[in-house]
């Protein structure tokens, strides 16, 4: 049995010889076998049979009661005497693999009390639980996505073009082009301190939600890596598309609580070491308040371009190599190489306009142009680089990244 059989035929063959409940559940919380002859007393136990996992109401309970840092810290067979979450004693035992939390069992104390002689049965059951929790560990772990290093290695930057290989990146099937949104979650809230169990059950519900993303655990972090369809082959726009995915992780947020962090859009695999620093930068700033004047509530799902002008100002000096990766794509950068290609000299007109604070009659004035001209040539070169002079901190952020331009990017 030890060799072929499962966990649910090793707790049927101990149930009358424990005598009480029994659960057993995995990293991401899913019921794997339980003492189908012997029914549990609490609501805990119950919810966990009825749905063959513990729901996001349960795993409520266990931050409430702060069960995720007590497992964390719990050695061995241990006794709790005043459960939390039932009128009975129980017995937990977790299984940890090199560390990390894998399986869980937990023996409540509703049939039969707890005694020495019963503890001693536990122990040699859990003993011989040990033999399939090994078995499964080992068949897991070789079992992971694919995608798992390349992605790790595209996101750390170790993996760049000139030590890439192609058929790397086509077995994870990333493409070196493509429209990439990179999202990354902390569950609780954004200060990665989670206990690697709610970290696995919410890895095991993002893949649930997500399953035809890239996710990770990368580091204290969840990564989440959206990859676009290709232009021409019928799917939605790459700004449809992120905005799709928000809505859905909000949605997500919503259930299962947690932080996120969102990247711009990046077109390169190589790009994606930025699009994650942009993400976790965007992480940091969702659970606190922006050290600027906010527009509106912080959104569930905090996109990077939300608090960029937040970066410029306070992030930058930490990271100069995101500072200049996003100055070099910025509206700014964009506008000022056209102009050189054009001999136009649209970024002129804009920086005159938003010196002025908009008032279209001093700028004109100033630029020598007819006021209506000014106004038709910046409603042009809004719709052309997207920009959004309504919103105060796009015009702050877009007269910083002109400074440091002017400045030869110094802070």
């Known amino acids: 049995m030890l060799q072929n059989g499962s966990y ?84 937990s035992y977790i299984f940890r693999m090199q560390g990390t939390y894998f399986v869980h069992v937990i023996m409540r104390f509703n049939r039969r009390a707890r005694t020495a002689a019963l503890m001693d049965t536990f122990d040699i ?33 170790k993996l760049t073009e000139s030590t890439a290989i192609g058929e790397e990146l ?8 493509a429209s990439f949104t990179v999202l990354v979650f902390s569950p609780g809230d954004s200060s990665g301190r989670a206990a690697a169990s709610e970290r696995h059950y919410f890895m095991s519900r993002l893949e649930g939600e997500f399953p035809d993303e890239k996710i990770i655990e990368y580091g204290s972090t969840l990564v989440l890596v959206h990859q676009g369809v290709p232009t021409g082959d019928g799917g939605a726009s790459p700004g449809e598309a992120r905005a799709d995915l928000l809505s859905r992780t909000s949605l997500f947020l919503n259930l299962h609580r947690g932080a996120c962090g969102c990247s711009d859009i ?9 699009a994650y620093q942009q993400a976790c930068f965007a992480l940091s700033r969702s659970a606190v308040p922006p050290r600027m004047p906010a527009e509106g509530a912080v959104p569930l799902v905090l996109p990077f371009d939300a608090c960029y002008l937040d970066f410029l100002l306070f992030g930058r000096e930490e990271n100069r190599d995101l500072d200049l990766f996003c100055r070099m794509r910025g509206p700014v950068a964009r506008i000022a190489r056209d ?9 002129e007109v ?62």
């Not at 077109?267 to 994606?272: G, K, Q, V």
């Not at 102009?339 to 970024?347: F, H, I, K, M």
């Not at 279209?360 to 409603?379: E, P």
Request: hydrophobic share 40%.
């Open 125 to 157: 059951f859990i003993a011989h639980l040990e033999t399939l929790v090994r078995r499964d560990w080992r068949e897991r772990r070789g079992g992971g996505p694919v995608y798992t290093r390349t992605l790790a290695g595209l996101l750390s930057g």
């Open 266 to 274: 990046v077109d390169s695999a190589f790009d994606l070491r930025f």
């Open 350 to 411: 804009i920086v005159t306009y938003l010196s002025y604070e908009r008032r279209a009659t001093q700028a004109a004035k100033a630029l020598y142009l007819h006021r209506n001209s000014l106004l038709y040539r910046i409603d042009a070169l809004q719709r052309r680089y997207e920009l959004d002079l309504d919103s105060c901190a796009f015009r702050q952020a877009f007269l910083i990244e002109y400074d440091l331009m002017v400045r030869g990017g110094r802070g």
């Open 170 to 177: 086509a077995v994870a099937g990333i493409r070196r082009e």
């Open 8 to 91: 649910q035929h090793l707790i049927d063959c101990s149930e009358d010889i424990l005598g009480n409940f029994i659960s057993l559940t995995d990293l991401s919380f899913r019921l794997l076998g339980w003492t189908r002859g012997i029914m549990p007393d609490d609501e805990v136990s119950r919810r966990l049979v009825e749905k063959g996992y513990h729901d996001a109401e349960t795993i409520e309970v266990f931050r409430e009661h702060r069960l995720f840092d007590i497992w964390e810290r719990q050695g061995g067979l241990t006794v709790y005497e005043e459960s939390l979450t039932a009128q009975t004693e129980s017995a």
């Open 339 to 347: 102009d050189e290609a054009e001999g136009s000299g649209n970024l």
